[in-house]
Each structure stands twice: as structure tokens, then as C-alpha cells.
């Protein structure tokens, strides 16, 4: 006999063995013991989730001849010929290829005859989905009325494309994701069948990668032990899925505790080398870092759901660890994997996001009541320092060999972190010349505003949005989350509430095609500008203040003016409440 994928051998034969959907499972059976089956069921869920190896299970079941309750018994001519796919009257249609209105007919014209060796003919119609809405409306009086002797199982994978009409002639059985730990416990067993060795902490890999598919989770387990000619461990499980193995992960977690800049550089350049993603790498660090925080909360060993933490423990016992930290490196490493698909240079930012996470202050474990103590580099104090007094800690005289014993605490402040204070106050004085520039560019077209245009704009804008979208979608898709702040005569600034929206909108493709869409409607060349919602708002926060600041200023000098003309016991100020 040829060789047969696992996936295949450990199709659910039984109820009992159908793992993962226990309202699916005691549905049917009871359906199956009091006599009640309907004639079409719709079985919906994500795949890999056992919906064709059910409605193969209750083809069986209803068809067994010497069946035990709700089993079947997977020995007479009809089970045996249903499983090896040999029996004419129960058929499997992929609704891919057979999407058209002729197949359609053709199948409803065969319902009405008898079937030939078992009681009842299933049609079994795998991702019904696709089939095309004339397929759908030749289907939909058999669906409704069939005969005695047809039943109908639906599969999909996209319940929600399917018509209405055909969902209410229907039981729908909605599949869910298998959780990791009962697809770690059917691993355990094929592992033990197969006679192969592996680790407990790769089948929790493979579980997470299977994403809640347990035919997902065999496949990758089925190569797993090719790649290892039978021993799988987390390595292993790491190179045949892309990922990077949790030691590894939770070493690099460590080195980012002790801001180890070199070693979380060097362990990167590594990963690359061997071929890993950026976003690969970023969505596994993730991972850890929120078991790492569940591990933090927990006292017991089954933090994890059955997962193995004492690799966690090793890390979260360090004096550096702290929930808060570990918050932070979610919230930073998040945000860079929803921005990595727009980044040019994944690599690059993964680095930098890694960086600033190695850079923030850490919070000690501390005794109950006791205050938390920050712990930092010492390059981190001094950049805390303003910049004179860290000069003149650096430039203080040496102390004599009496006055150095005699000091209590040992100077923080050397020559070299002198040096890194100048370059972090260098890079301090660039983000506020940027920031500069910025406001005076704003400012320039502040001044510039033209209310008449800027109504115009306003009133053309859906005319403007609906001509982006005729030209690019996903311009139109950015676009869509922006406001118009101000217009000059030959400029549109916008604003946006999120840095994503806003970026993208400045990119190259995307900003020719909104401006020749805004110079269209308008009738002249215009540019777009974007920027924060916030920025906006402080920007005309800051008008406000310097107009009231003006009246104040010319209001003294009047006053001023007038008690040097007249004298001081001549001038009476009274204000207006």
C-alpha cells in the first residue's frame, strides 16, 4: 500500500475520536440515537477543524448496518466502503471545481433516483461557498424538499457567503479553533504510535503554529519528523515552520533585560542568516513575552495551560523583570508588527524597536510595601542629567587616595559617559530643529489660509474620495480616516488621529494619486500635507496663546505710554469683569 499523509490515517473514524468539537459531536450522536435527522446540514469553522471528516463520520453512521448507538461500526460493507471512498451513493463534491449551474442540475436530476447498497445517499458539498449564485438558486428547491432518501451536508469555510436561503433550509454547526491543548494531547498519541521521540515543548510549538487546525498541526509534525528521521524537538519544529526556537527567543529576552546591545544585535544578524523574517521573528517574541508576563502573574505551574514554564521562571526571577517592562515590550513590539508590511527595511526597524525596548528603565522585585527600585545603566543616569551638571561631575578634580576611601558612594559620571550625554543631547537638539522646521512650515501655511478654497475643498471632498477610489483603493482606504485641518490656495493640509493612516498617505504612490484627485476637483495644481491630529491641535492651541499674549503686551504698553504722558497719579487702570 502506498504511503498515506498522517493527516489522513488520523482521520476520525468515530464520535469518540472526533476531538475538538464536543457540541458537534453530541448534536449529531443524539440526532443519530432518537431517529431525527434533518435532510441538509451546514457545517461552518476555519479549516483543519474535522468538518469533512464529520459529515463523512455521520454519512457512515446513518448507513452502518450493525451500528453500536451512535457509532459506527466501521466493519460492514457499507462503512468500509464509504472510508475508502468506493461507495456510489455517498458522494464528495469540491464545489470549487463543480461551481457551475450545469453540475448543479445535474446532481439535482440524480437525487431522485433510489441509492443502490446503503439506505440513504449523502451529498457532501466541500466549500460550498464557491459555487456561483445561479448554482445556488438551481440547488435551492432540492435543498428545501429532497427526497426521503437524500441528505445534504454542507462545508464551508465562509458560512458568510453563503445565501441566505440556503442557510435557513439548513442545521448549521458552527466548528471552532481546537485549542493547543487538546491538539498537544492527540500529538502525544500519534508520536507514541509512530515511535518517535520528541519534546514537549515542540508539540506546544507545533500546536501554536497549527493556529487551532489539527490537520494543520500533523502536517507540520509529519515534517517535523522528516527533518529529524524521528526526533523532533524545538529546533527542529523551529526550522520547518520559519520561526525562531523559545531558548533562543527567551536568551534574547534576557540580553534585552540586561541591555546587552551587542548580543541582541549579534543574535538577530544570526536569525537573518539563517533565513527568519523580521515579522516571523517579531510575532514569535511576542509570543513570549506574553507567556513570560501570564508566568510573571501566576505562582503555579500550570500557568501555561499544561505548557512547560520553568524556562519562563529562569527569566522572570531575574531583579530586572518586571510587568511593567514586559508591558511595554508588548505595546512596542505590537505596533511594530502592524507597521512591518509598510516598512522598506524590516530588519532595520525590528532593531530599533528592540533597542528602545533594551533602553527602558527596569523595575526590581521588591518586598511587599517596599518601593520599587529603577534599575538602569549608567549611561542611562547620566543622560537623565541636564547636560551642565554631568559636565561638571566629568570636569570636578580627582579626590586623594583618604577622600576616595572616604566617599560613600562611587562618582557615576565618567569621561565616556560624558561623551554619550553630548551625543544623546546632539540627537535631542535634531528632534527639536525637526520639530522647528515643522511648525514653521505649518505656520508658513497658516498664514497663507484661504477660507474661500478651504470651503471649496470641504464641499468637493466626497467628489475627491470617490475619484481616489476609482483610481486606488488602498488609497482610498487611508484617505478615508483623515480631516481636512486647513487649505491654502494651492495646498490641503490634513489630518489624521493615527501615525499609520498618516504615513501612508505620504507615501510616493500614494500621495501622486490623492493630489492629482484633489487638483482634478479643484480645478488647479495642489499638493497635500499630513500630519498628526494631535500636532494640529497643538499647533492652534499655540496660536491662542500667543494671540492673548499679544493683546496683553500691546494693553501694557498703552498703559505705560499713558502714565508717562499724563503722570502716575493721573492714570487709573480698571478692568472689565
Excluded at 464545489?95 to 436530476?109: T, W
Excluded at 442557510?167 to 498537544?184: A, G, L, N, W, Y
Excluded at 476637483?521 to 491630529?533: N, S, T, V, Y
Amino acid at each position: 500500500m502506498s504511503y498515506q499523509a498522517l493527516y489522513r490515517i488520523w482521520r476520525p473514524q468515530t464520535f469518540s475520536n472526533l476531538v475538538g468539537q464536543p457540541h458537534v459531536r453530541q448534536t449529531l450522536a443524539n440526532a443519530i440515537t432518537s431517529g431525527k435527522i434533518a435532510h441538509a446540514y451546514l457545517f461552518c469553522g476555519p479549516r483543519g477543524t474535522g468538518k469533512t471528516s464529520a459529515a463523512k463520520l455521520f454519512a457512515k453512521a446513518v448507513n452502518c448496518e450493525r451500528r453500536n448507538g451512535a457509532e459506527p461500526c466501521n466493519e460492514c460493507s457499507a462503512c468500509v466502503s464509504i472510508t475508502n471512498g468506493s461507495n456510489v451513493d455517498v458522494e464528495e463534491i469540491d464545489a470549487a471545481s463543480n461551481r457551475g449551474v450545469d453540475e448543479i442540475r445535474e446532481l439535482r436530476d440524480k437525487v431522485h433516483y433510489a441509492p443502490t447498497t446503503v439506505k440513504r445517499k449523502v451529498y457532501i458539498v466541500d466549500e460550498v461557498h464557491m459555487l456561483t449564485t445561479e448554482a445556488f438558486n438551481a440547488l435551492l428547491k432540492t435543498l428545501e424538499e429532497p427526497p426521503a432518501h437524500v441528505l445534504f451536508v454542507l462545508a464551508t469555510t465562509e458560512a458568510h457567503k453563503i445565501p441566505g436561503t440556503i442557510v435557513s433550509r439548513c442545521q448549521r454547526f458552527d466548528f471552532h479553533r481546537i485549542s493547543p491543548e487538546t491538539i498537544v494531547e492527540r500529538l502525544q498519541e500519534v508520536v507514541a504510535h509512530q515511535g518517535w521521540t520528541c519534546d514537549v515543548g515542540a508539540l506546544w510549538k507545533l500546536a501554536e503554529a497549527a493556529d487551532g487546525g489539527m490537520r494543520d498541526a500533523l502536517g507540520l509534525l509529519e515534517q517535523a519528523a522528516a527533518f529529524g528521521q524521528g526526533t523532533i524537538n524545538e529546533a527542529h519544529v523551529a526550522s520547518v515552520i520559519g520561526g525562531v526556537d523559545t531558548g533562543e527567543l527567551l536568551a534574547l529576552v534576557s540580553d534585552l533585560m540586561d541591555a546587552s546591545y551587542l548580543e541582541v544585535l549579534n543574535r538577530i544578524s544570526s536569525w537573518y542568516a539563517g533565513g527568519k523574517d523580521a515579522s516571523r521573528i517579531a510575532f514569535d517574541l511576542l509570543q513570549v513575552l506574553r507567556d513570560l508576563f501570564i508566568v510573571m502573574l501566576s505562582a503555579g505551574d500550570d500557568a501555561l495551560n499544561g505548557k512547560p514554564v520553568a524556562p519562563y521562571r529562569f527569566v522572570t526571577s531575574k531583579p530586572t523583570c518586571s510587568t511593567d517592562w514586559l508591558l511595554l515590550g508588548v505595546s512596542k513590539l505590537g505596533e511594530l508588527y502592524t507597521q512591518l508590511r509598510y516598512v522598506e527595511q524590516p530588519r532595520l526597524a525590528l532593531e530599533a524597536t528592540l533597542m528602545s525596548i533594551a533602553t527602558a528603565p527596569k523595575v526590581s522585585a521588591v518586598a511587599d510595601g517596599a518601593a520599587p527600585v529603577v534599575v538602569q545603566r549608567k549611561d542611562e543616569v547620566t543622560a537623565a542629567m541636564p547636560a551642565a551638571e554631568a559636565l561638571r561631575d566629568v570636569q570636578r578634580p580627582p579626590t586623594t587616595p583618604d577622600e576616595a576611601q572616604n566617599e560613600s558612594a562611587p562618582r557615576v559620571a565618567t569621561e565616556a559617559e560624558a561623551v554619550a550625554t553630548k551625543r544623546r543631547s546632539r540627537a535631542a537638539e535634531q528632534r527639536i530643529s525637526a520639530a522647528g522646521r515643522k511648525r514653521e512650515t505649518l505656520a508658513r501655511l497658516y498664514r497663507d489660509r484661504h477660507p474661500q478654497v478651504e470651503a471649496m475643498v470641504h464641499e468637493r471632498w466626497p467628489d475627491i474620495l470617490h475619484k481616489v477610489k476609482q483610481d486606488r483603493i488602498q488609497s482610498h482606504a487611508w484617505l478615508m480616516h483623515g480631516e481636512v485641518a486647513m487649505a491654502t490656495e494651492f495646498a490641503v493640509v490634513l489630518s489624521f488621529a493615527s501615525r499609520i493612516h498618516r504615513e501612508a498617505v505620504m507615501k510616493p504612490v500614494d500621495r501622486r494619486v490623492i493630489e492629482s484627485a484633489v487638483s482634478l476637483m479643484m480645478e488647479r495644481e495642489m499638493q497635500i500635507f499630513a500630519l498628526l491630529k494631535e500636532d494640529w491641535d497643538e499647533f492652534t492651541a499655540s496660536l491662542t496663546r500667543v494671540d492673548d499674549g499679544s493683546q496683553r503686551a500691546e494693553q501694557e504698553d498703552i498703559v505705560g505710554r499713558a502714565r508717562a504722558l499724563f503722570g502716575e497719579d493721573k492714570v487709573v487702570v480698571e478692568t472689565k469683569e
